[in-house]
């Protein structure tokens, strides 16, 4: 039976730390080590850690971020497997069964992910089996250019082989978004093949700052300055460019011209034209033969309170 090393960072989590370790323990698969990174939590992390003496393995370090959290773990991990949850997330029974079953029987697979249930903060269920209720586009075997246009992999339903993960860099700890979805597109470049589980394999929660913060134009230029660091090595990197079929290389032009022009917008709201003006050239050099970025370059030169006044004449 092979081990599974569970991955679980956390950061100011205390609250929901002690059932996301008891969803790991109460796992049909026995052969489990648990490895819980502290990221420098000044809540009660420490005194929820202090139960599970003995019992699990426990690190911490100053706040460095989930991405470097992550990488702490997968450095002692001892597993031919790893899981990762996240201290506020839980898993379901059956999930690390389901999943090592699915890769013995699958080698051409790096990691294999499944459905899941969404959960509130206090862990009252909002949706039932999401991916399928929202009939989302799943990913599965060779996918790197569904994988490139977006992702629907859900972090505490991924079970990965560990030379897949070291193979793949493990987790850019520049990222403090989207550093799941740089991983799962490393490990597309190096010819892994990905599988899918029908079945729910963990709740995973919503919470409420996460929610209400969606739409703020500065979280949003972050999480577009993420991508930006994702998808230009594709590019820039010769090795890495060398594995993109012409398909692949299209498709990642055509998200850098999108988060250069989502960056366009955003910079603009929060009223840094400097920064807009940057973006609109960037995208322009993508798309010169499109009239949009020349546009959205000469807005970045008038204030934004006069763009808005400008309106189109009838007739």
């Given at each position: 039976m092979?081990?599974?090393?569970?991955?679980?960072?956390?950061?100011?989590?205390g609250?929901?730390?002690d059932?996301a370790?008891?969803?790991?323990?109460?796992?049909?698969?026995?052969?489990?080590?648990?490895?819980?990174?502290?990221?420098?939590?000044?809540?009660?992390?420490?005194q929820?850690?202090?139960?599970?003496?003995?019992?699990?393995?426990?690190?911490?370090q100053?706040?460095?971020?989930?991405?470097?959290?992550?990488n702490?773990?997968?450095?002692v991990a001892?597993?031919?497997?790893?899981?990762y949850?996240?201290?506020?997330?839980?898993?379901?029974?059956?999930?690390l069964?389901?999943?090592?079953a699915?890769?013995?029987a699958?080698?051409?697979?790096?990691?294999?992910?499944?459905?899941?249930?969404v959960?509130d903060?206090?862990g009252?269920q909002?949706?039932?089996?999401?991916?399928?209720?929202?009939?989302?586009?799943?990913?599965?075997?060779?996918?790197?250019?569904?994988?490139l246009?977006?992702?629907?992999?859900?972090?505490?339903?991924?079970?990965?082989?560990?030379?897949?993960v070291?193979?793949?860099?493990?987790?850019?700890?520049?990222?403090?978004?989207?550093?799941?979805?740089q991983h799962?597109?490393?490990?597309?470049?190096?010819?892994?093949?990905f599988?899918?589980?029908?079945e729910?394999?963990?709740?995973?929660r919503?919470r409420?700052?996460?929610?209400?913060?969606?739409?703020?134009?500065?979280?949003?230029?972050?999480?577009?300055?993420?991508?930006?660091l994702?998808?230009?090595?594709?590019?820039?990197?010769a090795s890495?460019?060398?594995?993109?079929?012409?398909?692949?290389?299209?498709?990642v032009?055509?998200r850098?011209?999108?988060?250069?022009r989502?960056l366009?917008?955003?910079?603009?709201?929060?009223?840094n034209?400097?920064?807009?003006?940057?973006?609109a050239?960037?995208?322009?050099?993508?798309?010169?033969?499109s009239?949009?970025p020349?546009?959205?370059?000469?807005?970045?030169?008038?204030?934004r309170?006069?763009?808005?006044?400008?309106r189109?004449?009838?007739?």
């Amino acid at each position: 039976m092979p081990r599974v090393s569970a991955i679980i960072p956390t950061y100011n989590c205390g609250r929901f730390l002690d059932a996301a370790i008891r969803s790991v323990r109460a796992q049909s698969y026995r052969d489990v080590e648990i490895i819980v990174v502290d990221d420098g939590s000044t809540d009660d992390t420490r005194q929820v850690l202090e139960r599970w003496a003995n019992t699990i393995v426990t690190i911490r370090q100053e706040n460095r971020g989930l991405p470097a959290a992550r990488n702490t773990a997968i450095a002692v991990a001892t597993g031919e497997f790893c899981a990762y949850l996240d201290a506020d997330d839980l898993w379901l029974p059956h999930r690390l069964e389901r999943g090592v079953a699915f890769l013995d029987a699958h080698p051409e697979c790096g990691l294999v992910h499944g459905d899941f249930h969404v959960i509130d903060e206090s862990g009252a269920q909002l949706f039932e089996e999401f991916n399928r209720r929202e009939q989302r586009r799943i990913m599965r075997g060779r996918c790197l250019h569904e994988l490139l246009r977006f992702s629907t992999i859900c972090v505490p339903t991924v079970l990965e082989r560990r030379a897949c993960v070291v193979e793949a860099g493990g987790f850019d700890e520049r990222l403090r978004y989207a550093e799941d979805y740089q991983h799962w597109i490393r490990v597309a470049l190096n010819g892994h093949a990905f599988g899918y589980l029908e079945e729910p394999l963990a709740l995973y929660r919503w919470r409420d700052e996460s929610l209400s913060r969606s739409g703020d134009p500065a979280i949003q230029a972050r999480w577009n300055e993420f991508l930006l660091l994702i998808f230009r090595p594709l590019l820039d990197d010769a090795s890495l460019r060398a594995r993109l079929d012409p398909t692949a290389e299209e498709i990642v032009r055509w998200r850098l011209a999108r988060c250069h022009r989502n960056l366009v917008h955003r910079y603009r709201a929060l009223g840094n034209l400097r920064l807009a003006r940057a973006h609109a050239l960037a995208w322009l050099r993508l798309n010169p033969r499109s009239t949009d970025p020349y546009v959205e370059l000469a807005k970045s030169f008038v204030p934004r309170v006069l763009v808005e006044r400008i309106r189109p004449v009838d007739g």
